[in-house]
Structure formats: structure tokens, C-alpha cells
């Protein structure tokens, strides 16, 4: 049988997948001149601020002190072009994807995507001030960290924080879709999930990382470690009158400062782990815990 | 000391890799105009079907309303040529695996493969429709998603489940290596490793996925919500006269419609998850439970 | 507005962001005619390994059995003038991060890394006659597996060992750096987390994988099995007088030979599980274990 | 002398470069928001162009008769995004290059780019039409010929005049700048350099034609052939009062139906040479020749 | 206006290209498993022809006199593999395109391609001796050559020669198609068109090249230097009963041992220039010169 | 008769190939830790010539007037590392191909090539000046032309007197091979051949310029324009005693400035062009002509 004897299928399956009914809902239409949500223009975003905000260790450039300056201009201007776009995008998106659909809807423009960018880049100065603290976290929580430049080139933390800490900015000014974009690549590469809208401080670490989980309205303080495994997640979700989960209310736990976390613990609802509290590998907290007290595993 | 000096060590260590005895079973001998198993087209092949199945999010193209078809047609045009390439790469493969070495084979031509590749693109449809409702399970179970498009752009859950579902095809249609590849590829991406011999009904959500793994001769029904680090796996397995594990038997969990399983919970062997239960978190399970029941970790 | 009115905030943030009270400890800068560790090269050494190793299987080559020489000996050539460049740059990026400023530091020439790069190659029969005991291992021990080449192509057990047995050869030849960049990204690729300085017998493997971590000080003796999210962990660690942990302390456990640890078991300190031990899913075990024992979850 | 001792030159070169003096009318400053003519685009453009008018000749496609419209579907689709936006590049590009500063300019919107690129678009029929003949017209001029195919893939006419044909017409819409970059890109490949603004018969075709030259107010009817390093150019052209050349004037030959001029033969003015005339290898003509004359090289 | 307004204009061009009488001899049909000639293929396999001839010069390879017989064998078996395609995919080509329609055709098989590849392969030492001759006399024709080196990597008629010299071995062996490809790549690279039927002795040289056609049926001796824009073309052609063409006729010039010709120089017709004679530069020729004898320019 | 039969003929090939003998003074044998004259390094160095010297036109970069110093210094800092690198590479080349062995041979050093790579940068500046005279020679030249950025973009002799301009301050500096490489580029994309070693005075162009040619001694005053196909030749060059050609000597013409040189003129030998004289078309010159006067061709 001659291989063009399956023309027939394939223009049947074409058929079927071409029809409105079958993509509906599963289906991103473009609209002529708006920039897209793109991967590609989202990955080179987060390798220009981390080659920003780490020079040298991140990128190819071959950075002098004496020249650095040239290196982080060009950097900053071309990250300032991409993410005015893929906030434009964003926004864009956003609009088209709220419900409210009889309300009249201001298309947003290039200029107000370019003042978002402005400001999020007017931030990168703090940011790298905190990402420092995080390095310096990692660095002093690890007998096997031989110097900074390791933890910055090599361990997961450092891109997941770094990721997330440009999302969160993202996600306070406002910018639909792109900070989730940008926290699932640190997901994917990491094995990290920490949610844009969560709120981490200074010198924070996770050792190891992989299947980390950070929901979406945890309070992080400072000094805060957690390790391999961790969940800080939401315990149950009240429902609305359609059996739907209510959206935006506060159900992830809060950690004090100095708390530690260790490999697997799970820790869920809206409760308090209190300053300087130390949570043991593999256990489940479900509610609150007062300041300084030490959870730890039962012996097996 | 010159460079040059290395050569007899270089020199040395070639030949002993070229040894046959070194590398028995560890070379894959390449057979003139054969097909080879190709991870660069088979990464292609999963990209193609992400962008027919939901067009517009996956992939550059502009898609429009009205030039829709034009995409589909040559996207399902190049998957089928690549699909037929490496569905007859596989089958050689399964082939020249196949221990019983005193029975005649015959060689897999091109036409056998190109007839699978065209049954599997006539279920594309059908896997739109049910992943349809995976994007549905993923929206309504999660509080912190804003729309059907952030969860098709962002969440891990989806890019596992389509390759999944794409994987599981091709299995049921005995196409051999390829299948695995396929899931191992979101297993890396995403964490979550689920094989593609198992069995999974419409409206199924993981959320986080980091460390669920779903073992070959796992069932699973519809409206089923597992969380990160849910392990479905065999508690044990018979092993042949030799001491090797019996290969074939059923020997992974069973899991009913309306099933949840929180965050690293454990569940072992041919049991069954009755239609209906919750499974808590961190739990260990190796004994079937009835319908509607809810198993929870006890207080610490 | 017109765009051209952020110019102001841009140049404040080059500005702010060239400073070097800005950059300090987060900048690496480079010296000229000095190799750079770099990720594209690195990412090269491992393909070029796996595909030395593993013949056939890996890389884009059609290898035959007669011609198998000239393409170890173009891999191997292309491997050693890589390894050279990139542990030049590792010794140069060791010297500058040691402590010691006060000590005259020799800088590592191109000799002394081809040196330690042709003691590596020559090691490589010997990586791959123990990696085909991991192949072996990981095939007996998985009824799903049906030949040693899905071994190969697919599991990531396979990816996570050659890249930690290729670091470990690089680690005892005290090359900094390139080892942990090595295992890292066999972390991020497979979720599996080894130490370069771990210790690891033959016929190790791990089924599934995502979340396991071993530790720098690990010992693990032959046919050692693990299964998902095992962590072989530091219980705590000793500080200096600073209230920095002292590094180089042997911290995490001792596995005999024939131990199995099941998913998500938990074993912290420099304890030992004796030969033939079974540590089942789970558990969490800070203290030694006898030889033959088996540990296992209570029922919930 | 270590490297670093460069940086004062360099920062030098850098200063001095940079100074606005010292790139005036040699910079070409972006507006933000506006497209750039990129060189990338239009190769794109050119590429997309020659899918299109020689379907499975040009591109990588696998093009069947029964699924060539969505081939052609797709690229028309793909061709009028990019056309657009070179166009409304060129558009813009054109404006602030008229010397006329005290008029009023309005921006060219991303509307008016859209409908010449439309309106070119649906010339691409007719320009396929007559391309058929100059395929027709090389086969049937060259004995070394075998096949249209052969003509298609190989012959540097085919490359020329194709990119000549879709510049002209982008000439007639009153595109500036990117004909010329389309032909210029023939006139690199191929050394036929063809200007955009030349009119030129059907059948027409060039043997070898390395060093033709056919200038900007050429008329070329149907059925002529030319060889190699013939110049179709100017004699000279009237200086205004400050003694540079008038632009606009017609000054380049008119070559009749069925004219042939073989090798170097040099043509120069606006003289007409008449239908079936014959110009001999090497002849300098300046003058107007009757219809049906042959004009030969004296003998040496 | 909208631009999805242009949908009607883009979709009625889309029709009109798609119509099958719109194509009719423009359209390369696919046929499913055939190979394709690809002229990225084409490419690679000069590039690799270039390699094994000029190892080091050409190519990225770092290429030790210990272990060029790697890279050699690396390249031979490459160039086998992508030759074998390329020959069955030339042999497809010409025999669709070969006129007579009723003689039963036998589909050409990669056995039959393969054949002719091996073929070719075993010339290539014959074409090194030989192209070393023609490296030689660029050397000694050129008082601005400084090296054998330097004429290998810069100058134009290495890589013309060499494409020729590829190009006619492969038509020698009755191969379609694929050899005139191969001389047109040089052809665009260095405005050298050497049709791949010519005869051409060693030591040929060509200085600067630009222009130079040499025709389909020549015959060059030993010893034989050209400049650039040298025409050794075809005077007239008889036609056939339908005004064709015919093919295959002798009509080109002979050039015998130690002839020189001058830049821009124009030899026509199946004529003799003698061992050793001299012509000038811009001299038309179209009678046979005697041995020996000077043909120059009248003075102006 | 299997694929593999071939195995044969194929070993045979490489070991032919192989033998040193066969490919003496055809091999460029690699010293480990030199670098190599690499055609894509020199490729990189020329686009960010062109990126430096026409900030804006060429290169990717959106650069705006304020952040130009950024692009110009990150450019400056590649140019300087791959220069020196490829100057370095170039001496070395220079050294083992200078003919007298029995010298004792100094290895060049990096910090050599650096100082010949910082004096080039130091250069650019007076480049660029002298760029923008030839600019304008273009500009007013051709009635055709619209604005200078027509000129930079799309113009021939832009890339090629941009190309040579560089490569002669490189000849001048000493550095063997890459000058002339890198006028091969321009000749290749150009079909403009000027030799480095010429000397060529301000407000020089080239009108079409396929097949123009310019010799290694040629003098070339200001204001002077070519056409297509002009040769600038050598008319014979003294043997010495073992009848090859003497290197150095003073051999192609010398134009004053103003002169204009029409299409395909050949000029040749150590003549002298008088300043404001025209030569015509097509002619051939080969004694000196006065000042003032104008030489043409006579009428046919």
C-alpha cells in the first residue's frame, strides 16, 4: 500500500482538529500587530537579569571591572525592550481572559507596558542588595560551599530565587501571566515551586530544593532555610456557591524569621510558625507553632 | 612537557574503548538506512503535537480564526513523516531487543509504521477532547489560576498529562521505546514521571507535580486530583525461578473516579482507592479502602 | 509619553547597578587569555562522554562496529582539548576563591590541567565497565524494563550516574568547581541530587528518582538500591567558634552493600545500615541500622 | 605588560567613537516601537517568496499536490507579517530620509504597511506566471540543459530574476529601500545585478551572468537573452547647479523584443536597440541599432 | 481598518497559487520515503569533501598528524552516509525528469546509490594529487602568495577547483543533477562557473576568478592559467527541426598544455589554442590558434 | 549486496587519505593550546567592524543616541579579545611558513598580538572618517541613490572598502594571512577583489563592481571612481633565476586623484593614471596617460 493511501486520514484528522468546536477554549487567537507571550523572549529575560545582576557568572560576556558598566547598559537596555513587549503581551492577555466581558475594555498600550518595565527595572538595584543576602544564606548554611562564586554558578537555589524575586516584582506591579511564566522555569530547572505572589525576606535559603513547594500567599521572614521537599501549601479552599474554590484568600502558612524547615516537612493553612521555631524532616503541621519550639519526628 | 607527550594515553584509551568486549551491550550498532530513534525528532514530535492540540499557545505561529487549517494541515503533515520515521526506528529497536533470537524476524518496513503513525493521528481529536477536560480539572482546582490560558501556558500538569496521553497511544498501539522517551521527557521537565502504560480517565489534575511517580499498571478514573510527591507504585514483585522480577503483572494501584491524594502520600501494590476517598498527606498505603472513606496523618 | 523619557530611569540604574559596592562578591571578573568555566563547554564534556561511553546511543553518530574507532578517537580527542581549557579554568577559579590572600599563589598553566585531563581520560575504560554494573542493575531490578537500550535511552537513573561517576573521577583529581557543575546538572535534568565526593559501589541505582539527595561524605557499597525522594542527609553539623559549620567533616551515612531504601525514606548522619538492610517508604532513621535488618512504616 | 594595559586605548577608541561628531550620517538611531528594516527579515522574505512561486523546489517542505494549499497557506500567511512590518519599516525609513525637513511628516501606521503588502501579495499569482516563462526561456536557451527541474534548483537567472520580479513589484507600491536590499542580495549570490526599477518583458533570461548589469531605467521586452558582463548602464547623466547628478532621468537602453547580446558587450544611454537585433560579445554601443541588425566584433 | 480585512485578499491568493495549473511545472512533488536532493546536504558534503582534502584548513577540527586518521575516517564515513542520499535522491530526480513518459523506469535503490558513492569515495586520493598541483601552480603564478597556506584558506580557485573537481567525478559517474549544484555553490561563492563536464588537466590555475565561464564540453590541458572574466564558451549551436537546441554537441573550446589567457578574454566555439599559446586580455577569439603563437590587444 | 560491503572500499579511502605522504603541504597541523586562524572568528570580527564604524545599520542592536557609548564599548571589548586572538593565530601561521628554518624562530606571544590588536582599535576612529568621505563618494555618484542609509545598507562597495579600509590597517600593522582573508570575504559577497596591500586615498567608489580588480601595489589617489569589471592588474612580472615570479616588486598602476576608470577597462603594469583623467569602457591601457586626459574607446 502506497503511503499517499493515508492522505484520506490525515485530511480527516486535519479536518476534525481544524473545527471551532474542537479547539474552543484550547485555542490562543493572534490578533494582527499585538506582541505575543513568547518562551523564547521570557528565557532570554531571565538570562539578561541574571547576567545583570550576577556579571560574569551568568552570560558569555567576559567582563572587566573597567568595562562592566558598558556591558550592564547594553544588558539593561535590551531586557527594558523585551519586557516592554512581553508586558504588553501580558496585559493583553489578562484582558482578554477576564470574564467580565459586557464591561468596555482599554487595550493597553506600548507606553503603559514601557512605564512598568521602567519601574521594574529601577527595582533591580534592591534586588540584587537581597539576592546578595540569599548567597551569602546558601553559603553560610553549607559545610560543603567552598566560595561564593560556587553557590552563584552551581546551586539551584540561587536561579530559583533569582527567578522568583524578578517575578514578584513583576507580579506587585500588576503584570498578568509572565511573573507565573517565569517562577515554572525556575520550576522546571530547579524542581523548586515557589508562587510569584508569595513574600520571602532577606537571606533566605533552600538547601537541595527538588519538590519544594511555596504557595501563593505565604509570609516568609527573614533567615529563613527550608530543605529538599518542603510543602508550605494550603490545607482546604472554601468553596463558592458553584462548588468553585473562592480565589485570593490567605490559606498559605506564615514563617517567622529564623525559621528552619527540614527535608519533606509539610506545613499547611493560614497558621504561624513563630521566630526562630525549627520544623523536622517529614512532618505534618497543621497548625500553628509558637516562637522557638522544635518539632521533630516521633522514633520509628 | 609538550601537549604531544598525552598522545600515548590518549592513544591508549581509544583503543581500549573500541575493544568490543568493552563496550558489549552498551553500543547501539547502527544499521545502513535504517532509522535511528532520534531524541532531536522526537522532541519534535511532542512540540508538534502540543501546537496542534492547543494552537496558538505552543509554537512561534500567529494562528488566526480563519487560516487555522493551514497550521493544522502542515503540522500534522510533518508529524506524520516524522511519527513514521521513528515508529519504524522503534520497531527495529524492539526487534533487535527481543531475546528469542532463534525465531525468524522480520524487518519493520516503512509502510507498517507510516500505517500506526496514521491510526495514532486519527486520535488526536479524541486526545484534544479529553485533555480538554484535564485543563478544566486543572482551572477549578486551583484557587491561584486565573484563566484556562494560564494553565495551558504555565502549569507543569499540563505538559505531563499531553504527553502522557500522547505516550499512552502509541503504547496501545505497541510501538516500543518510543512511548517511554515521550513521558521521560516530561518526567525531566516537569518532575512528574508517569508511565505510559498506565491507565488514566478524563478530568485528571496533578497540582505542584514535583515527585508523583505512576506506575505501569496503574487505573485511574475520572475526576481524580493527586499533589506533588504521590508515589502509585508496586509494594513488591514476584521474581522468576532466576530471582528476576516476573515481568507483566498488575501490580500498581487501582484508583476509582472523584479519588484525591495530597502532597507526598504513598500508595503500594494492587490495591484500590475507592470512587471517592481522600488519601491525606504523607500517608502510606498499602491496603485497599472503601469508597468514600478518608484517611488522614495523625496528629504529630 | 514618549519612550525615550525612561531614559533617565534606565541610566540611573546602569549607573547604580556598575557600581562596585553594587556588584561586590557577585562579580566574577575575568582576566584576559584565561579560560572561563563555562556552561557550553561543559554541557559539551558530558554529551562527548555519554557518547563515549555509551556508543550509539548517545550523540547524533551512526556508529558501526568497524568503524567504531574513529569516532572514540575524534570524541576522545575533542573530550581531552575541552576537559584541558575547562580545568585550567576551574584551578584558576579555585586559586582566586581560597581564603588565603596572604599566601604567593601559583597560577595554574595549561600543563598541569592537560595533565589531570589525560589521567581522567585514561580512567575511562574503567567509568564504563562499572556503569555497565548500573545498566545491569537498574534492568533486573525494574519489571517494566524490556532491554538493556531502553535502559540506556531512557532512564534517568543512567543520565544522573555517568554524570556523578564522571565528577567523582574529576573530584578526587581535586579539580574545583567543574564536578558540582557536573552533578548539578544531572540534578536539574533528572531531579536526582549526588554529591561529586559521595563514595558509590557497582550495580547501583535508583528507581524514578526525582528528589533523591546524597551527600558529600556518603558511602554507599555495591548493589545499593534507592527509590524516589530518598535523602541521605547531615542530621547537623558541628560549628567553628564563629557559629560557621566546619567544613569537611564526615556527616552523612554509611550504606553496606545489598541495602534497598524505598521512596521517600529519610537517613540522617554518619550512621550505617548494615549489609542487606531494607529501609522501607517513608521512614525517617537517625540511627544505625544492623546488617539483615528491615525497617518498615508502621500501619497508619 | 599585562593585558589590562590596553583599557586606556580601548576606552579611548570608545570615547572618540561614540562622539556624536564622529558618526554623523553614518548612525542609523532607533525610534522604540518602531521596526527596523532587518537584513534578517527580508532573507526570510526572499526565501518565503521562492516556497511559494516553486512549491517544493525552495524550503524544506515535503510538499504533496493534495496538501500544497496548506503549505502555501501557511507561508502566504507567515510572508504578509513579515512584509508588513519591513514595509512599515521602510516606510519609516523613507521618511526621515526625505531632505525636505520643514514639511509636515506623518508617521506610515502599521495599516498602510498592511495593504501594500496585501496588494503585493496578490500579485504573487501573475509574478509566478511569468517566471514560468523565464524557466522556459533558460531551458530552451541552454543545450547543457535537461530538465525545468534542473533549471529551477541550479541556473543563478532563477535566483536573480526571481528576486528582481518581487522587488519591482514592491518598487511599483512605492516601498523604498527594501527593493534595492532584495536585489542586492540576487546581486551578491549570483553577481546579476538587476535594479529594482527596470521594466522587463516575460521569457527573459541570462546565461552564467556574473558581472550583468541592468540599470534603474532599463525597458527590456519580451523574449531577449543575455550573457555574462553585459552592461546595460548610463553614458552620462546632467549635473544641476551644484553639480551633482539630476535624479530621475531616463538613461539607461531600451532593448526591443527578442534582442540578444552576448558576453561583455557594454550598452550605454537611453538608445533603443530594435526588436530582434543581435550585439555582439564585447561591443561598446552608444548608439541606437535597427530592428533585426546583428552587430559583431571586428576580427583581431 | 482592521487587518484581519486583508483575510479575503490572503485567502483568494492562497486559492489561486494551490491550483494546480498555477504550478504545472514549478512544483517538486514529494513522494513519502524518497529521499530529497537538499541543498543543505549539499553543503555539508562539500564541507566534508573540503576537510578530508585539506585536513585542518578546512572544517573546526583540531587536527594532530597521530590522530588524523580519526577525523579522516570520522568524515569518509559522513560524507558515505550523506552521498548515498543525496546519489539515490539525484537518480530519482533525473529519472522523473528524463522525457520519455512510456519506457518503464526501475525506481533507482540506495544499493545502486550507495555503489556510486563508494565509487567516488575511492577517487578522492586521486583528486588530492591532483588538487595539490593545482595549489602548486596558484603558488607559483602569484608574486603575492606568501605560503601554500595562505592560497589554501583564502584564495578563490581553491574552493572553485575544488567543487569542480568534486563535481565531475560525480558526473563522470553518470550522476544527475547533483554535480551542476555543486559547481553553481562555488559559483556564487567565487563568480567562478566551471560547468562539471569540462576536461581539465593538473596544475590549472585560475588568478582572481570573478567572471571566468568555462563551458560544458572544454577540454584544458596541463599547465593552463586563466584571469578573471576568461569566456571558453560556445560560438553558435545548431538547432533541431523545432528551432532547440541540440544537446550534446562538442562546442566549447581545446585548450592545450601551457596556454595562458588574459583577464576578460572571450574564446568561442570548438576551436584549438596550441600548447603554450599566449591570448591577451579582452581579445575575442573564435578561430583556432596555433601552438606557441601571442595573441594580443592592438593598441588604442 | 549489503550496505555494508562498502566497509571495504571505505577503510581503504581513509587509510589512502591518511598516509602522510599523500597529504603533505595540504595539512595544517594544530598545536594544542594556539589558537587557530578560524574563518568564523574573522566573519564575527568584521560584522562588529561594520557594527562599530555604522552603529545602527548593521549588527542586531536597536541603539539609540544616549546608550551608543554601551554598544560601542561591549563591541570594542569583543573586537579587541577575537583580534587578538586571530592576530596571535596569525603570526604563529606566519612563523612556520616562512621558508628559512634554520632561523631560530621566536613563538609570538599574546601580549604581542594584544599590542597589534590595540593599535588596530586606535585606528578605528580615522577609519571611520575616511568611511564617511566614501559614503558620500557613493552617494553623489549615483543618481539612482535616495539618502546615505540607501548607501551603507544596500550598497556593494560599502562592504567591500569597509572590508579592505580594516584589513589594510592590519597588512600594515604585519599580521600575516588575516588581511587577506578578510578582503576574500568581501570578494566573495562582493565580487569587488582589492588586495590589501593597496593604497587607496578618501572619497574613493566602486559603481555595481562585480569583477573589479585591484592589485597588491596599486596607488590610488582621492576622488576616484571605478565601474564594474576594471581590472588593475599586473602587465608581467620578472622571473628570477629558477623562473618563478619575484615577490615585492612594484607592478600595478597608479592613479592620481580625480580619475574616473569606466566598466571592464583593464589597466596594467607600474603606469601611471594622471590626475583628472577618464579612461572609457572596455579599454586597454597599458602606458601611462597625462593628467586631464580622456581615453576612449573608438566607435565601432
Known amino acids: 500500500m502506497s503511503l499517499s493511501d493515508y492522505t484520506h486520514t490525515l485530511t480527516q ?3 476534525e482538529l481544524s473545527d471551532k468546536h474542537s479547539y474552543e477554549g484550547l485555542f490562543h487567537q493572534y490578533k494582527d500587530g499585538d506582541p ?28 572587566h ?11 539593561v537596555e535590551e531586557l527594558f525592550s523585551l519586557l516592554t513587549e512581553q508586558i504588553q503581551a501580558g496585559l493583553c492577555f489578562g484582558l482578554e481572559n ?16 514601557a512605564s ?35 553557590i552563584i554558578c552551581c546551586y539551584p537555589i540561587i536561579r530559583a530565587i533569582t527567578n522568583y524575586r524578578i517575578a514578584h516584582e513583576l507580579y506587585m506591579l500588576n503584570v498578568p501571566l509572565i511573573p507565573r511564566i517565569i517562577t515554572e522555569m525556575a520550576h522546571s530547572e530547579t524542581g523548586i515551586d515557589i508562587h510569584p505572589g508569595a513574600q520571602i525576606g532577606h537571606h533566605f535559603t533552600i538547601d537541595h530544593g527538588t519538590g519544594v513547594v511555596i504557595g501563593a500567599t505565604c509570609i516568609i521572614g527573614n533567615n529563613v532555610k527550608l530543605y529538599q ?46 521566630k526562630g521555631a525549627t520544623i523536622g524532616g517529614n512532618i505534618w503541621v497543621t497548625e500553628s507553632v509558637p516562637a522557638g519550639s522544635r518539632i521533630v519526628q516521633r522514633r520509628e
Open 98 to 113: 477576564t470574564p467580565s466581558d459586557n464591561v468596555i475594555k482599554k487595550i493597553p498600550d506600548r507606553d503603559t507596558a
Open 229 to 274: 521537599g518542603v510543602t508550605l501549601g494550603a490545607k482546604s479552599f472554601p468553596l463558592d456557591e458553584n462548588g468553585n474554590p473562592i480565589k485570593g484568600i490567605a490559606r498559605h502558612p506564615i514563617l517567622e524569621d529564623d525559621v528552619i524547615v527540614y527535608s519533606n516537612a509539610t506545613i499547611l493553612g493560614r497558621i504561624t510558625i513563630g
Open 13 to 15: 484528522a486535519v479536518s
Open 36 to 63: 505575543l507571550p513568547s518562551g523564547k523572549s521570557l528565557r532570554r529575560i531571565v538570562e539578561l537579569s541574571r547576567e545583570i545582576l550576577f556579571p560574569g557568572y551568568f552570560g558569555n560576556s567576559t567582563v
Open 116 to 150: 512598568i518595565a521602567a519601574r521594574f527595572i529601577s527595582k533591580l538595584p534592591e534586588i540584587r542588595r537581597i539576592l546578595a543576602t540569599d548567597v551569602e544564606a546558601a553559603y553560610y548554611g553549607d559545610p560543603a560551599a567552598t566560595c561564593f562564586g560556587e
Open 65 to 75: 571591572r573597567r568595562t562592566i558598566n558598558y556591558h550592564i547598559g547594553v544588558n
